[in-house]
């Protein structure tokens, strides 16, 4: 009995062996004299199947700084009244409150340093670092960070690439830590609000005007990308609810219409850019705007409440 | 109970095994990545994983008019080339690397936005019989405002 468990143990520790190699980060091409060897079959076709079954996947939502330079770039106000109050901060206690609303402060700490909102911004970077250290996430937004941002305050390329650099410690800690699920729920908060904040800004009287409108109706774009971020972690309790959120903005997006004709790529060696052209005609009637802004205000709103 | 502590001992190890491997990745993904965004604004979010030898992974974003953007994809150097494809909803190539020898970068901009698709794939040594190479990868986007 002893014996068959010594062998079981032994298969055991071979098999875990070969899979921590497997996974592994550094590979063992560069040192061949150093490697282990571990037997495998002449023909590892078979094998390489199987990985190519398990590929993976990226959902990549626009980034809370994304989504600020896109309604700056419209030509869009800043309305500070429009931001969720960092004296909101002490009623998130739930890791699902705190993940959205971990992405609704880097939004709005976006949107603040992208209008120069100097004060605002070191209290919405503050809000934010309370937000990650409740959910655990070790050295995202550190006290030095937001030395370093008082001390560059006048310098928005400095503040962009600290903003930058905080958001990806958050995901990529969550992401590491086998918590997807809360790194969706993050990118979830940051979209919505910067969704939220653009509706708001649109006043109806400019709806056929005004640059902010084709960059709202541009997210109808990425809704399926955000319900697949989502479906990645169904079964999730907290992600579940988010689901069938999402679902009702899905069916306000589904009236918007975008025709886009096939994409030229011409490559423009001036710049050493390639240019995707192509014309796109949209279509959203008022009616279906107002829907849009009250399904997202709602939404939003149940985010921060 | 011996059997038990070798299985928790052995658990232990891989799970720190896998956590270096991770937080390799990020340093990587920060240290050789982000630099190649050079004047482009990272837009913070991180997308890199540990790939095999002959792996692929897909990416899907949208992509937006008023911007122009630089995507660099890298892997560590123990793998082989990695090439990456930017397809658009229809499934048309509109960039490959392979047809630029392997660049690792690639700047665009666009006359309307669109949701993008982007294919990466880790190559082949082709040695069969050896164990698959494996490594980081990692994908970032960097963007400015359209001139």
């Known amino acids: 009995m002893n014996k068959k468990y010594r062998i079981n143990s032994g298969i055991l520790f071979v098999f875990i062996l070969i899979l921590s190699f497997l996974t592994a980060c550094k590979g063992s091409k560069k040192a061949p004299d150093e490697e282990i060897q571990v037997p495998m079959p002449e023909d590892n076709t078979a094998i390489l199947q199987d990985i190519k079954q398990a590929e993976k996947i990226f959902n990549a939502l626009p980034s809370p700084l994304e989504s600020a330079m896109l309604i700056k770039s419209a030509g869009a106000r800043f309305d500070e009244a429009l931001l969720n109050p960092v004296t909101n901060v002490n009623t998130y206690v739930t890791s699902k409150s705190m993940a959205l609303n971990l992405g609704v402060y880097t939004c709005d700490l976006s949107f603040a340093s992208l209008y120069e909102q100097t004060q605002l911004l070191i209290d919405y970077m503050n809000a934010a670092k309370k937000m990650a250290d409740g959910l655990g996430i070790l050295k995202a937004i550190e006290q030095e960070d937001i030395d370093r941002l008082e001390e560059n305050i006048n310098n928005s390329e400095v503040i962009m690439d600290i903003v930058s650099q905080t958001f990806m410690n958050s995901n990529s800690y969550l992401e590491d830590n086998g918590q997807p699920a809360t790194a969706a729920m993050v990118l979830v908060g940051g979209w919505v609000e910067g969704l939220y904040i653009s509706t708001q800004l649109v006043d109806m009287k400019e709806l056929n005007t005004n640059k902010l409108v084709g960059r709202i109706i541009d997210q109808k774009l990425s809704i399926d990308i955000l319900l697949n971020l989502l479906d990645s972690s169904k079964g999730n309790p907290a992600v579940d609810e988010l689901i069938i959120e999402v679902a009702k903005l899905k069916n306000v997006f589904d009236k918007i219409k975008i025709n886009t004709s096939p994409v030229r790529p011409e490559f423009d060696p001036a710049s050493n850019t390639t240019v995707l052209k192509s014309e796109v005609k949209t279509d959203m009637t008022p009616e279906v705007f107002l829907e849009l802004s009250a399904v997202v205000a709602e939404i939003r709103n149940s985010f921060v409440k | ?147």
Request: proline share 3%; aromatic share 12%; with cysteine.
């Open chain 2, 1 to 147: 109970m011996r059997l038990l502590k070798t299985i928790s001992l052995i658990a232990l190890f891989v799970f720190a095994l896998n956590s270096y491997a991770d937080a390799q990745c990020k340093a990587f993904a920060r240290k050789e990545c982000l630099p190649e965004l050079a004047t482009y604004t990272h837009d913070g979010n991180y997308h890199a994983a540990v790939l095999i030898e002959g792996e692929e992974a897909e990416l899907y974003k949208t992509f937006y008019s008023d911007m122009e953007y630089r995507v660099a994809i890298l892997g560590e150097s123990s793998l082989p080339a990695i090439e990456f494809k930017i397809m658009d909803i229809n499934k048309n190539v509109l960039y490959s690397n392979k047809d630029n020898k392997y660049a690792s970068t690639w700047d665009f901009k666009l006359e309307s936005s669109q949701q993008l698709k982007l294919v990466i794939k880790v190559s082949s040594f082709n040695q069969p019989g050896d164990t698959p190479a494996s490594g980081c990868v990692a994908i970032m986007f960097g963007f400015k405002l359209k001139k």
